[in-house]
């Protein structure tokens, strides 16, 4: 397997990011555990992009782990299934992972202690598999991207084909502090994430694998090296840690210097990335027909006695798994699902554990570190921190004075709302909290024009029928005049042909 290094210039020349503590330990040095099961289980019917799946079981009904119980809900979705055996007691609002602590439709689902599958189909290589089966049966499984994208793997996969794709990028930066969940699947998993991704590789039709891993998983690099070396066409690249290094256009650039274009996809140039956790799901779903009904998730931050990985259900609530690393030692200043940087805020410890979460922590006060807002120095460290070479304070001024089009005109839309800025700020001016704000306001916005566009356009045919049924009315009834003149003036010529008939003869 030869060796791909990544150039010293273009890691001196790329100088983006912050580099906040890591709070990587102890979670990262001890083994991925099993969670076990809760008195419950919620499951959202969207736990992914786009349209929501569709429920297909009823109340009462009892269901097997990896049993379908609500299928694609569209061109771009994703099934869900029972992540064990036992009673559906409701289809009901619940409370789920979103920043505005909205609830949406679950599956409720109280588990029977029995864990009983359905009969599962394995495949011994699956690799021999065709192309269209490998999609189809992650399109089955209901994988989707596990590093918090959240995006049907099977739609991305279908992307691929039609874009052609060279170059399949295997995530395995993991920059957000706190998260070691990938790390340790590194670790432990790396023959099933390698199979997975020389799976998706087929699927795809592109033709290497370029896994990049921060330099600060010494044992994860190790251990996928020695995973990837009977096959020369995946290469494990270590790349310098540094937030936001798993963005896709910032991995993209430090791994092969292509500059991604901000409003298009990876795709565009010839490359597709998926995350480690994503690649270990793909390959579980083909080599054991197991769908996706758990996943790895890092329960951390200064307030959880125990830190730890914890492979967990699907629908487990938040609380449940705080009790399982011994509980909470203070009260948390803050519980986040997800990373710290890019995480949502969690009220309620209800929350449950969805498939793109990697993390729920719990940060202690003295972590949150919230401090008064001063005013911008300009020092300029947010625009040397941020990844994409944005003026973040240009920005942030322009939507404090309201004037978020010209926000727009400097680069809004390509934010990434990744927070390096705002952390890296020496007067705390929470910046990406006015991006996110922005951003929101301008995406209602524009789903108002929307809605008044169609109810114009609406206004517009309605009128234009109304015109045309007149106009086709008016034609009817002076075609119709015509038709009745023509026929009396026919009448009055052979009345009167009669008259002078008559008159001839008398
Ligand atoms: S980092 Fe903060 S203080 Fe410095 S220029 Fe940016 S907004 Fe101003
Ligand atoms: S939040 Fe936006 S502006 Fe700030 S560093 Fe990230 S991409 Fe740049």
């Known amino acids: 397997m030869p060796t791909i290094v990544i150039p010293p210039l273009r890691r001196l020349l790329q100088r983006w990011g912050v580099h906040p503590d890591s709070h990587k330990y102890p979670a990262a040095g001890l083994d991925i555990e099993d969670a076990g099961l809760p008195d419950m289980l919620r499951l959202p019917l969207s736990q992914h992009v786009g349209a929501p799946a569709k429920v297909i079981v009823e109340v009462g009904e009892r269901v097997l782990r990896g049993q379908l119980i609500a299928s694609t809900g569209g061109k771009i979705s994703a099934p869900l299934h029972a992540p064990t055996s036992g009673t559906i007691v409701a289809i009901d609002e619940a409370v789920v992972p979103h920043p505005a602590a909205l609830t949406d439709v679950a599956i409720h689902l109280r588990p029977d202690g029995l864990d009983e599958w359905i009969p599962l189909k394995s495949e011994l290589y699956p690799i021999n598999l065709s192309e269209r089966e490998i999609s189809d049966r992650v399109e089955d499984a209901g994988i989707v991207g596990m590093g918090g994208a959240s995006f049907p793997s099977a739609v991305k996969l279908s992307l691929g084909h039609r874009s052609k794709v060279t170059t399949l990028m295997l995530n395995g930066s993991e920059c957000e502090p706190y998260l070691s969940c990938d790390d340790r699947l590194m670790q432990e998993n790396a023959h099933a994430i390698i199979e997975g991704a020389r799976l998706i590789l087929k699927a795809t039709g592109a033709t290497r694998v370029l896994a990049g891993i921060e330099d600060n998983k010494p044992e994860a690099i190790l251990a996928m090296k020695l995973a990837a070396k009977p096959f020369p066409e995946v290469h494990i690249v270590k790349i310098p840690s540094r937030y936001p290094m798993g963005a896709d256009r910032q991995l993209i650039k430090m791994l092969t210097g292509i500059e991604a274009p901000a409003d298009g996809r990876a795709a565009d140039v010839g490359v597709l990335v998926h995350n480690v956790g994503t690649a270990y799901a793909v390959y579980r779903a083909l080599r054991y027909g197991e769908p996706l009904t758990e996943r ?91 990844p994409v070479g944005l003026l973040p304070l240009e920005m942030a001024a322009r939507i404090h004075a309201n004037a978020l089009g010209e926000a727009e005109e400097i680069g809004l839309d390509d934010c990434l709302t990744c927070g390096a800025c705002g952390f890296i700020c020496p007067s705390r001016i929470p910046l990406v909290q006015y991006f996110q704000h922005a951003k929101g306001e301008l995406a209602s916005r524009s789903r108002e024009q929307k809605r008044l566009d169609t109810i114009k356009e609406l206004t517009e045919a309605k009128a234009a029928r109304i015109e045309r049924e007149a106009r086709e009315k008016a034609e009817i009834h002076a075609r119709r005049k015509a038709e009745r003149e023509r026929a009396q003036a026919a009448e009055a010529a052979a009345k009167a042909a009669r008259a002078a008939e008559k008159e001839t003869e008398a």
Do not use: H, W
């Open 296 to 386: 790895v998730v890092t329960v951390a931050g200064g307030a959880v006695s125990a830190p730890r990985n914890l492979r967990v259900r699907l629908g487990t609530p938040m609380a449940y798994l705080f009790e399982r690393c011994g509980g909470l030692r203070v009260p948390p200043a803050r519980v986040v699902s997800g990373g710290p940087m890019m995480g949502i805020g969690v009220q309620n410890l209800d929350t449950p554990v969805v498939k793109g979460t990697s993390g729920v922590l719990a940060l202690a006060a003295a972590e949150v570190g919230e401090r008064e807002a001063s005013a911008c120095i300009r020092c300029g460290s947010c625009v040397e921190a941020c």
